[in-house]
């Protein structure tokens, strides 16, 4: 599998974006998919994932509430939708897909990563 992220950008406070990840591969369907965020000098931490079906989410509490995951099989994407924005939500996006078939939250446990998309909120 291989993934692509795109919708990142410069947004104010209390703004929002959305965040897309395309996927190749015809096993698509078959990985929960994850969205992670790196700021600068911090770790890799978990931001949401989504079950391969769609039916199962599970969120990081600094965003549950504000974001939302979701994804649509039949066109290989994931999509990341972020509101009320917060400064220190700013960080390198990343989407990842998992085979586990659980719950994954641990970066070390995603076998696909994309490229990462750049989100910048300023206060």
């Known amino acids: 599998v291989q993934l692509q992220a795109s919708g990142g950008g410069l947004v104010q406070a209390g703004g929002s974006l959305r965040l897309s990840c395309a996927a190749s591969?015809?096993?698509?369907?078959?990985?929960?998919m994850g969205w992670f965020r790196q700021a600068p000098g911090k770790e890799r931490e978990f931001v949401a994932y989504?079950?391969?079906?769609?039916?199962?989410?599970y969120y990081a509490d600094s965003v549950k509430g504000r974001f939302t995951i979701s994804r649509d099989n039949a066109k290989k994407t994931v999509s990341l939708q972020m509101n009320s924005l917060k400064p220190e939500d700013t960080a390198v996006y990343y989407c990842?897909?998992?085979?586990?078939?659980?719950?994954?939250?641990?970066?070390?446990?995603?076998?696909?990563w994309g490229q990462g998309t750049q989100v910048t909120v300023s206060s």
């Open positions: 989504i079950s391969w079906s769609g039916g199962s989410t």
């Open positions: 591969g015809r096993t698509f369907s078959r990985y929960g």
């Open positions: 990842a897909a998992d085979g586990s078939g659980m719950v994954t939250t641990s970066a070390h446990e995603y076998d696909y």
